[in-house]
């Protein structure tokens, strides 16, 4: 047999399937769900996930509108007190206009 037969059979040999026979069928049905449950996993993963991060968005932006009302409200109540400490002094000074005005009247 020549050398170059022998090396043309050694090639087909070494590239065809007969080397490397496929799989067994209950190997590679067991690949083949295996790799379904890990797509559908990393499918309910990523919705998790993508849940997750809706959440925290909407409770970061809820917490924002709690702290504006909350704002507002202190506001507010500076305002009413500023008023009524305005008016406490109005009043005051009024009282004080009435003593001196009656105690000039008296005398």
Known sequence: MPLWVFVFVILTLSSSSHCFPHPPLALRMRRYTDAIFTNSYRKVLGQMSARKLLQDIMSRQQ???NQERGARARLGRQVDSVWAEQKQMALESILVALRQK???NQE
């Open 63 to 65: 917490g924002e509108r």
């Open 102 to 104: 009656h105690s000039r």
